[in-house]
């Protein structure tokens, strides 16, 4: 059975410190719908023992043992459903397969009581009240803090209607009204085991909120460095070896506050080398020294923006001097038809290639949204729109 996904990550928002209780944990992390199905597991395990042990140990007061029999099965029926569906695409679990899990072992909490009227002298002996609860620490991970919520107040309503039912039907005095005890035993478990679900719901889509948040922080920031790091290393070209020169000389003097004879004449030099560096005749375009074929019938290479030349250049560097490729093997053609720029690299091993290029392959992407490559026929290509 297909079905869209709906856990989508939540994008992170300077104005929210913490995330809406509509927020399910899943949500925020897909790939923890895997955990989370395990941890169901454990907690359907865990339900189905106290079913089975109560049940055993309890044979006096079972009116009806087919019913008996049914509720642990549907129990079962209820988790292994939960299990499947939330293993079944990667996804979590959605409202409505919550919601029929949830039914399930209500209706098994309910079947279970039904095959003890009459006979049931001791609610706090009915699985089907701790049945109720448990099913809620199930679903904390997949499901909002806000649905959780709902469903233990449907569980304190359901286990109070079946504190009403025994109390009507059991072997002790019968009462009207059942007595405060009794009530405060049968909602104690949905009660309790609902509110620290409620609780756990909301710390784990607090904490993986937050992570987000960070990540999103640290990508922002990692690209706004890396964008200042192409200006500083390759925009200024030919001059960029005095650069190490230039400013330690500038920030020793800022620091002092002293310009000394040495330093007037080491000025002089750096002015004139300075000056040299802007007069000198540029050399050959970087691009095509380093490729073996060059399709530019239309010159377009030349207005590719300083940092895209500069991502590219770092590929067909690399490129060349792999060890699964060569110089000769790397074309490179940029076409007006399609606006964009074509590297072909012939390689014995692309995959291996592609491997040992992937950093650089990551830079281009990031200077150039919309970079493309893959692995065709003994080639590694790489596809990248023109302009910055």
């Known amino acids: 059975m297909s079905r869209p996904s709906t856990a989508r990550?939540?994008?992170?928002?300077?104005?929210?410190?913490?995330?809406p209780w509509t927020v399910k944990a899943v949500g925020l992390d897909p790939l923890g719908s895997v955990t989370a199905s395990r941890f169901a597991i454990m907690v359907g395990a865990v339900s189905l023992l106290c079913a089975v042990g109560l049940t055993l140990t309890t044979t006096e007061q079972i009116s009806s043992w087919p019913l008996a029999v049914l509720a642990v099965m549907i129990l079962a029926g209820g988790y292994v459903w939960l299990v499947l569906r939330a293993f079944g695409d990667g996804v979590g679990l959605t409202t409505v397969e919550a919601a029929v899990g949830y039914g399930l072992v209500a209706a098994s909490a309910v079947l279970s009581s039904v095959g003890q009227l009459g006979s049931n002298g001791h609610i706090r002996d009915d699985w089907g009240?701790?049945?109720?609860?448990?099913?809620?620490?199930?679903?904390?991970?997949?499901?909002?803090?806000?649905?959780?919520?709902?469903?233990?107040?449907?569980?304190?309503?359901?286990?109070?209607?079946?504190?009403?039912?025994?109390?009507?039907t059991g072997l002790a005095t019968v009462d009207l009204v059942p007595s405060l005890p009794i009530v405060l035993i049968a909602v104690a478990p949905a009660v309790g085991l609902g509110a620290g679900s409620v609780a756990y719901a909301r710390t784990l889509a607090s904490s993986l909120y937050e992570e987000t948040r960070t990540q999103e922080t640290l990508r922002v920031t990692s690209t706004a460095d890396a964008r200042r790091a192409f200006a500083a290393d390759d925009v200024i070209g030919g001059i960029g070896a005095l650069r190490e020169s230039v400013v330690p000389f500038l920030a020793r003097l800022d620091r002092t506050g002293v310009v000394e004879a040495d330093d007037v004449r080491l000025a002089g030099e750096l002015a004139k080398a300075f000056s040299l560096s802007l007069s000198a005749p540029r050399g050959p375009e970087p691009l095509s020294i380093n490729v073996g074929t060059l399709e530019d019938p239309d010159g377009l290479l030349a207005a590719v923006p300083e940092n895209a030349r500069a991502a590219l250049r770092a590929l067909l560097v690399a490129a060349a001097v792999s060890a699964h490729g060569t110089r000769e093997g790397i074309r490179l053609a940029a076409s007006a038809a399609t606006g964009s720029v074509a590297v072909t690299i012939e390689s014995p091993d692309p995959r291996a290639l592609r491997?040992?290029?992937?950093?650089?392959?990551?830079?281009?992407?990031?200077?150039?949204?919309?970079?493309?490559h893959a692995v065709v026929e003994g080639e590694l290509r790489v596809a990248c729109p023109l302009g910055g």
């Open 355 to 372: 491997a040992e290029l992937m950093p650089y392959i990551r830079l281009m992407k990031l200077v150039l949204p919309g970079t493309d």
């Open 129 to 168: 009240l701790m049945a109720v609860g448990l099913v809620l620490v199930a679903l904390a991970p997949f499901r909002s803090p806000r649905e959780i919520l709902g469903y233990t107040v449907l569980s304190v309503a359901l286990a109070t209607g079946l504190a009403v039912v025994s109390s009507l």
């Open 9 to 19: 990550p939540v994008e992170p928002t300077s104005s929210l410190r913490r995330p």
